[in-house]
């Protein structure tokens, strides 16, 4: 399974958002998928869904994978995709229609929304979270 981590954040503050994305990556690293990359969208572009540079950034590497490759996009929580209900569902149906699946730190897929049929995700022990991001964090694969 190849992960793709997405995050947004409309404040300069990044500190929250540093804490999502080390999150995500110790789900990578507890369910044994390749880390693909980390797409952080900022300031406006990460409330209008219309934009999204990263987000459709992220979506474009996805539909340049090879048929039949297993991804998915991670997101420590759904609101991490948007707040608005159609906005979400929008977004979520350009993961699915390049082939991947958006799963969230909890074990929630597309499954549970409707738009996908898996569910090879599991929740992520928080408390241990932090000690694996120290254990499996690789040298030139960056948090920010």
Do not use: N
């Not at 958002?17 to 110790?26: G, K, Q, S, T």
């Not at 869904?49 to 950034?57: I, L, N, Q, S, V």
Request: hydrophobic share 40%; with cysteine.
């Amino acid at each position: 399974m190849k992960a793709f981590i997405y995050d947004r954040e409309a404040t300069a503050q990044t500190g929250r958002m540093l804490e999502r994305v080390a999150l995500c990556h110790a789900y990578v690293a507890r369910m044994g998928w390749r880390f693909e990359g980390l797409w952080v969208d900022t300031g406006d572009d990460a409330i209008h869904a219309h934009r999204r540079p990263y987000w459709r950034a992220m979506v474009a590497e996805m539909e340049g994978q090879p048929t039949g490759t297993r991804m998915v996009c991670l997101v420590a929580t759904w609101a991490r995709v948007s707040h608005d209900p159609q906005d979400s569902v929008t977004l979520r149906q350009m993961v699915s229609r390049a082939g991947g699946v958006v799963a969230t730190i909890d074990g929630e897929t597309d499954t549970d929304r409707g738009l996908s049929a898996r569910t090879d995700v599991v929740p992520i022990e928080h408390p241990a979270a932090q000690w694996l991001v120290q254990r499996t964090t690789k040298p030139g694969r960056s948090l920010t």
